[in-house]
């Protein structure tokens, strides 16, 4: 029968290849943004995070980029290696305000890396 | 331990049983959170506990769900009567002062509703 696929956003790489992955959030107050990495069978690990203040930050190996214009937010993997095959979410909260624990997350993108 | 410990790491269960999933936090988090991830979706808040403050269970879908904090550290999340569209990936996360910020996930719990 058809397999259900998991309806993601893909990314598909070659090892070494640089990696860019976008996001769109939806609340312009959002003043706060993390993305998420998710291996296969694991809970979400923190990669990096941004205030709204900035427009940009810098990893290790990885950048965030933040559009607060058009409300969009990029995530940028350098020499992109087979361990970041997984699935990234961006997460967006408030910030101070409002509900600053409740963090909002999107549908994520599959990243595959191919050696 | 050194993360944030979910069990049982599946659960099968049948239609109309009620289901406990329980959560052990990161020692001295004072902040804990359960979300639900569906297939191929992001993930779907569903309460927030935060020292003695009253939790904020604004997120849980219905009221067959609910959740407990024992001694501001382990939790229980339980579904009662449980449906075939509660099948997900419960996941619980600890955060040390509960700004959302650098949330520690575990590894959930895959429930599956027959």
């Known amino acids: 029968g058809e397999s259900v696929g998991l309806h993601l956003p893909t990314l598909s790489v070659q090892e070494g290849d640089n990696s860019i992955i976008n996001c769109a959030y939806s609340n312009s107050a959002s003043d706060y943004f993390i993305w998420y990495k998710q291996e296969s069978g694991k809970g979400p690990q923190f990669i990096i995070d941004?205030?709204?203040?900035?427009d940009k930050r810098q990893g290790q190996r990885v950048t965030v980029l933040l559009n607060k214009t058009v409300k969009h937010l990029s995530l940028q993997i350098a020499a992109t290696q087979p361990g970041d095959s997984a699935v990234y979410f961006c997460a967006e909260n408030m910030g101070s305000g409002g509900s600053n624990y409740k963090l909002t997350f999107g549908k994520g993108t599959l990243l595959t890396v191919n050696p | 331990g050194a993360g944030v410990s979910q069990s049982p790491s599946n659960k099968v269960t049948e239609k109309g049983k009620d289901v406990e999933l329980r959560c052990d936090p990161i020692?001295?988090?004072?902040?804990l959170y359960w979300y639900r991830q569906s297939l191929g979706q992001g993930l779907e808040f569903l309460i927030y506990f935060q020292g003695n403050s009253a939790p904020d269970k604004s997120g849980l879908p219905s009221d067959r769900f609910s959740a407990e904090r024992t001694g501001g550290s382990v939790s229980t999340l339980t579904i009662q009567r449980t449906q075939q569209e509660d099948s997900a990936v419960y996941l619980c996360?600890?955060?040390?002062?509960?700004?959302?910020?650098?949330?520690?996930f575990g590894s959930g719990t895959q429930l599956s509703v027959l």
């Open positions: 020692s001295g988090h004072t902040a």
């Open positions: 941004i205030r709204s203040n900035m």
């Open positions: 996360a600890s955060s040390f002062q509960g700004s959302s910020e650098k949330l520690f």
